[in-house]
């Protein structure tokens, strides 16, 4: 029978009960120093230990009274809690009732166990004890100190467990690899290691996930880039090669033939597209312009490389990468060049992507640059092609119908579910693209964009096209594929917007905002990504924020799809311009069922109350033909439909939206 007490201390403490009940004490004291006795050997201290530890600020007498305090709040607490703790004049000790997850990692430790600890480490998801950070600088200092341990220990002996089980056991080192490189962020032997097994896997994503959040640790904690010979081994990984200077580099005993046996990087044939950014041409012998150049083209590299299921390749120029292998598992191959030269009016840019198959031009851009605004300038366009180019290859892919060849692709299972997704007008056609979805994962769990999307599936009723049923199941299950996505990239703003927007709909609004300004700060360059947060914000109620947003997803995508528009008419009928967002709407011609409801209220509040009628009686037929309760839908589940299909915060917004319907004819 196990214990019927199980501490979570790490980033949060939470005491849960053999009923998977919450069972955590109130007092933070209480909670830190049940807490402290959990992670200390032999699980007992003296009085005087704790006293120093919680109450060091007071006197000796104040203090020995808080304790006796905490003790007795803890007999008025749940019987399993209240049992753990025993004590006598000198001592305090907790019983042999309870496990933890600090207790589980540091046996399997001591154990040796490769199985028990990948385990122990997939259930770790911060720091020791942070939400009592501040509790008292004593107790501060040991939870430093604590968790400096735990994390000595995981470099030393949890990566030693890794590199043991690399040859025999290769998705087993994977694994604890993840987790390592999760919780211990800028330990750049762990991620190449990590790197390796990941090429000899044939999984290139997982390749560029790694260095993408080493690179982000690294720039955020301590604003520099990764080692050169991390560099070194993502371009030979990612191009299918893995010489002896990559493998010492690595500081691995592996060895080329070993993945040459394995049909080396990318064999698994499910990467997503790859664009080689390659030298830009300096069309004079200005030497800043070939300053320009090669910084240009540095942090083109760097924000690319963030994308999501990009393969990112630089070329040095000097030499040729035989297509082979720059594509071999890839959909589809891009390059990004361009050329720098002198103008009258200061320095011009351009920039072309083009096929690398057929040298086709699918997107372009010019920019010219005043000498005294170099940097300024430099920032604005590596952001908008990072911003177009993911929006670009994904249209030409779609275009040129290259998916249908593809079929074994999980690249293109993913992208022609994503397509039926914002197509489609049937619920039928929306889950079996979310079925789609789905065995794309079960093929490759760590497929972060097929999670994401199956996010928004389960997050927005499948994109507005089921009513009447229960989502929180749904809703659910959107927020536990969004921390699977986070724990495999903890920095990726695509994966923090997906988390922000999953609190949204759980109305957990502060929480919502905080993750949502997390992908903000991570940088946001993907255009999509810059969309969600932008509507988000005004279900917020933070309106110039969203709008803000919202014209700089435009900015950044050349193909806007029409809820683009919509979004920006939403926040103009929120900031009190009817007639504004009446007349977007119109250019949207968005036909989701949301959007027309919204636009009902629009025409509604900007006098034409006539159109604004006729259209409510078109919202609430389609509501039927969406509605999953029993019997016909009335005008009151009209109203409780838009509320689950639209989170918003402020009050005052709701009675925006059912005043206009009202005004259309709305009995409710």
Request: with cysteine; proline share 4%; aromatic share 6%.
């Amino acid at each position: 029978m196990s214990p019927p007490i199980h501490l979570s201390v790490f980033t949060e403490l939470r005491f849960t009960n053999a009923d998977l009940e919450d069972v955590t004490p109130r007092g933070r004291k209480a909670r830190a120093m049940i807490a402290f006795l959990a992670c200390e050997p032999g699980n007992s201290a003296t009085r005087d230990r704790i006293i120093g530890l919680l109450w060091a600020d007071r006197g000796e007498e104040q203090a020995r009274n808080s304790l006796r305090q905490v003790l007795a709040e803890l007999k008025q607490t749940a019987p399993d809690v209240a049992a753990l703790v025993r004590g006598d004049r000198t001592t305090i000790a907790l019983e042999p009732l309870w496990t933890s997850d600090h207790s589980q990692l540091l046996s399997a430790i001591a154990a040796a166990d490769p199985i028990a600890l990948a385990t122990a480490l997939e259930g770790l998801r911060g720091e020791l004890l942070a939400d009592l950070s501040g509790l008292s600088d004593s107790f501060d200092d040991w939870r430093r100190a604590e968790q400096t341990r735990i994390e000595q220990l995981l470099e030393q002996q949890g990566f030693a467990m890794a590199r043991q089980q690399a040859a025999s056991q290769p998705l087993l080192a994977r694994r604890l690899l993840t987790s390592l490189q999760r919780l211990l962020g800028g330990n750049e032997e762990i991620v190449r290691l990590g790197m390796i097994l990941d090429a000899e896997g044939g999984d290139i994503a997982s390749i560029h996930r790694r260095y993408r959040s080493l690179e982000a640790v690294l720039r955020r904690d301590f604003d520099i880039t990764p080692s050169p010979a991390t560099k070194q081994l993502l371009t030979e990984l990612a191009a299918g090669h893995f010489t002896k200077s990559a493998q010492l580099a690595a500081g691995t005993s592996a060895d080329a033939s070993s993945l040459a046996s394995k049909g080396g990087a990318g064999s698994a044939g499910h990467t997503g597209p790859v664009v080689i950014v390659t030298p830009f041409a300096v069309l004079d012998s200005d030497g800043q312009c070939a300053a320009l150049a090669n910084v240009l083209c540095l942090d083109l590299e760097s924000a690319l490389v963030r994308l999501p299921d990009i393969r990112v390749l630089r070329h040095s120029g000097t030499g040729s990468l035989p297509r082979e292998d720059i594509l071999r598992g890839a959909i589809a191959g891009y390059s990004l060049t361009g050329s720098v030269r002198q103008s009258a009016n200061g320095i011009r840019l351009a920039i072309t992507l083009a096929d690398t198959e057929t040298a086709r031009t699918i997107w372009s851009h010019q920019e010219v640059a005043s000498r005294d605004r170099l940097g300024e300038t430099l920032d604005l366009v590596v952001s908008q092609v990072a911003g177009a180019l993911l929006p670009t290859v994904e249209r030409d892919l779609l275009t040129t119908r290259r998916l249908e060849s593809a079929s074994p692709n999980l690249y293109a299972l993913y992208l022609n579910a994503r397509a039926t997704l914002l197509t489609t007008a049937s619920l039928a056609e929306a889950q079996d693209a979310a079925q789609t979805l789905e065995q794309a994962l079960e093929e490759d769990p760590h497929f972060i964009n097929a999670l994401l999307h199956l996010v928004l599936c389960y997050n927005t009723d499948f994109l507005q096209r089921s009513a009447g049923h229960d989502p929180l199941p749904w809703r659910q299950r959107a927020m536990r594929l969004a921390r699977e996505a986070w724990t495999l990239e903890p920095d990726n703003p695509d994966v923090l917007a997906r988390l922000g927007w999953c609190h949204l709909r759980h109305h957990e609004w502060d929480t919502g905002r905080e993750w949502l300004h997390k992908a903000l700060n991570r940088g946001c360059n993907y255009a999509d990504n810059v969309q969600q947060i932008g509507f988000a914000m005004l279900c917020l109620g933070d309106i110039d924020e969203g709008l803000s947003l919202l014209r700089e997803a435009f900015r950044l995508n050349p193909f806007p799809r029409s809820d683009y528009f919509a979004d920006i008419a939403f926040g103009l009928l929120l900031q009190g311009d009817p007639q504004s967002a009446a007349q977007q709407l119109e250019i949207a011609a968005d036909r989701s069922i949301l959007y027309r409801a919204i636009q009902t209220a629009c025409l509604a509040h900007a006098g034409e109350r006539a159109r604004a009628t006729t259209m409510l009686a078109e919202v609430c037929h389609e509501l039927a033909m969406i509605w999953q309760g029993k019997g016909k839908p009335h005008h009151t589940d009209l109203v409780t439909t838009m509320n689950i299909f639209l989170p918003l915060r402020q009050d005052h917004h709701r009675a925006l939206l059912l005043e206009g319907w009202r005004l259309a004819g709305l009995k409710a």
